[in-house]
């Protein structure tokens, strides 16, 4: 009973956003850096750059630090109006040092104290010591869902977020599971087709890699190679007359628009990724046992083509008990998660 | 660093032995009832009465009751001289409202209050509030190793027992993680084989499906009936005859004795078992980036033969920091760890 109360305390909090602090959310990405000044989920502004151009951290943290400066410029302030700045980076990293070691997504970057050099770039720059926190993208999105979208209310909650790649946030008790060296909530990369293939993260049988956006488009084109896609191709094709385009690689989003459509093949491909994402869900419920799992990314934009079957499997295997206690959402923050979860950093170390 | 301080602290608590309090745990199981006064890890008294003579709870709880009575006279102390009570039971149950819902190895239990009833009688028959606590079985246990057995030192850790069944418990950040309703860490029931065949809890595929010793003597029995399994046969008719027995049911240990002995489809059945276990552990490190796995329950004293290639799996296949931070380790508290672990139950609630 005392953490139902501590969950309705905290959500009648967040539910006030004129009570909440300002603060600075970075989401750093493989191919954006998107910095956004914010009260709760309101953006006050919001800048993107690209980051392709400045590959390596020597030219992309002075992006970050230009970036922090003009959002805070649109939104009419100046650092001493916030509260912290969170930053939210592909991982691996560690949280609790704000070190981002080799992820695959940042080229170049090396353990790399993203952390320190801010907080040191502002106190010289702008001789003002400002809070910094550094989390993975999946964490952070996980906290902003949490904070202010389909999680408000809960304390024990797992996202998984589903697009190019598989990730998860794992929300116990109110606090994100780090693990011991912050790479904790690799959902993505639980196997669970042990004799299955390899992963690009070198484990075998992963869930990414059975029910990612890469894989629907994996599989597609796997199937247009080896002569069995004929149908599919010519759907792919006339989209792209449409559209002008003359590429004849398949995307995961036109295999779910082949599969609205009712070719077969792309309906057997996304079959299957819901099939595994269901037993994803189960596995999560069993583990967990939470009251909320949230569903993100891109993938989970198919809908009940895909969902459907997810959800059939995720009520006909999942034990008794954490099948009633979980319930199933789709994320609420769309596109911004990553910048409302960068700045939910700030206020669940702050508040 | 002030994580590993508060290591540091409570690992010099525990191992003050005379600092710690006296308590009682019970180890309530589906065949035996097992009771003792505790100082930590040292065991004052112990009692052992079978329960299924006793089926229900009706007829059990009261042989809670007289077990307690019995080992506190046994250690020649009275309810007074003891902090508290704690208890390990078969899930699922609720750990934090003390409830235990309908376990299928406690027959004829269904939300039975036990910890309400355990603190009524022993107020009312000998004038004294004590508190009680009840756990599943296998989140005590993982509470005994982190206080008292291999977690000693560690604030991020899985257990993972593999006797007739596998189960999981999970400490993240020094409290075990039990989920919304009480039944988190059912690591046994994680999909690994997501095409594969039915398991008792209704789901498919999962790890205790194939690594329990239940899992290893289900298959050895197949391959007998279907006649491939005369060197097994032989073998296990020739350790029935040392011992006059009559069964010709071959057992998981009669499996890995046969296994040492070089009989090839033991020798298979337990490789089996062993690439399902190290698909466990690489799952639990992507999952939870733990710093230590304990390894517990029966099926790993078959040893190298199913060690080895289990840790030959994770090391290959885990990612590489989940991989460089997680210790796997062997339980050190052997056959007493339930009550070992019932007993930390009231040290981690009143310490």
């Known amino acids: 009973m005392?953490?139902?109360?501590?969950?309705?305390?905290?959500?009648?909090?967040?539910?006030?956003?004129?009570?909440?602090?300002?603060?600075?959310?970075?989401?750093?990405?493989?191919?954006?850096?998107r910095t956004?000044?914010?009260r709760g989920a309101e953006l006050l502004s919001r800048i993107a750059w690209l980051t392709d151009e400045y590959p390596g951290p020597e030219r992309t943290i002075p992006r970050i630090y230009?970036?922090?400066?003009?959002?805070?410029?649109?939104?009419?302030?100046?650092?001493?109006?916030?509260?912290?700045?969170?930053?939210?980076?592909?991982?691996?990293?560690?949280?609790?040092?704000?070190?981002?070691?080799?992820?695959?997504?940042?080229?170049?970057?090396?353990?790399?104290p993203l952390r320190a050099l801010l907080e040191e770039?502002?106190?010289?720059?702008?001789?003002?010591?400002?809070?910094?926190?550094?989390?993975?993208?999946?964490?952070?999105?996980?906290?902003?869902e949490y904070m202010f979208g389909a999680g408000r209310g809960y304390r024990e909650l797992v996202y998984l977020t589903i697009s190019t790649g598989i990730g998860g946030g794992i929300i116990v008790d109110g606090k994100i599971v780090q693990g011991t060296s912050g790479t904790a909530g690799e959902l993505g990369h639980m196997t669970i087709d042990w004799h299955g293939e390899r992963c690009i993260c070198g484990n075998i049988g992963c869930l990414e890699y059975l029910a990612s956006g890469t894989a629907i488009a994996r599989r597609a084109n796997q199937a247009i190679a080896a002569g069995q896609g004929s149908e599919l191709l010519?759907?792919?094709?006339?989209?792209?007359?449409?559209?002008?385009?003359?590429?004849?690689?398949?995307?995961?989003?036109?295999?779910?628009?082949?599969?609205?459509?009712?070719?077969?093949?792309?309906?057997?491909i996304i079959a299957e990724a819901a099939e595994a994402i269901g037993v994803g869900?189960?596995?999560?419920?069993?583990?967990?046992?939470?009251?909320?799992?949230?569903?993100?990314?891109?993938?989970t934009?198919?809908?009940?083509?895909?969902?459907?079957?997810?959800?059939?499997?995720?009520?006909?295997?999942?034990?008794?008990?954490p099948r009633n206690a979980a319930r199933i959402v789709l994320a609420q923050l769309g596109t911004d998660v990553g910048l409302v979860g960068a700045g939910a950093l700030v206020y669940c170390n702050l508040l």
């Open 121 to 144: 770039h502002f106190s010289m720059v702008k001789q003002h010591m400002i809070p910094v926190f550094v989390e993975n993208d999946a964490n952070a999105a996980a906290l902003g």
């Open 234 to 268: 010519t759907f792919a094709h006339s989209l792209q007359q449409q559209t002008g385009g003359q590429n004849v690689h398949v995307s995961a989003g036109t295999v779910a628009e082949a599969a609205q459509a009712g070719i077969s093949l792309a309906e057997k």
């Open 301 to 321: 934009l198919i809908g009940s083509l895909l969902m459907e079957p997810a959800l059939r499997i995720f009520h006909e295997r999942t034990m008794q008990m």
């Open 66 to 112: 230009e970036g922090i400066v003009q959002a805070l410029d649109e939104a009419r302030i100046t650092l001493h109006d916030v509260a912290g700045i969170g930053i939210g980076a592909p991982g691996p990293l560690n949280g609790r040092t704000g070190v981002i070691f080799d992820p695959p997504n940042l080229h170049g970057w090396r353990n790399v």
């Open 2 to 33: 005392s953490q139902e109360a501590t969950g309705v305390q905290q959500r009648l909090a967040y539910e006030e956003p004129q009570a909440l602090p300002l603060v600075v959310g970075v989401d750093l990405g493989g191919t954006q850096i």
């Open 281 to 299: 869900l189960v596995n999560i419920a069993h583990i967990f046992n939470p009251e909320v799992i949230i569903l993100g990314g891109g993938v």
């Open 36 to 38: 956004a000044v914010l």
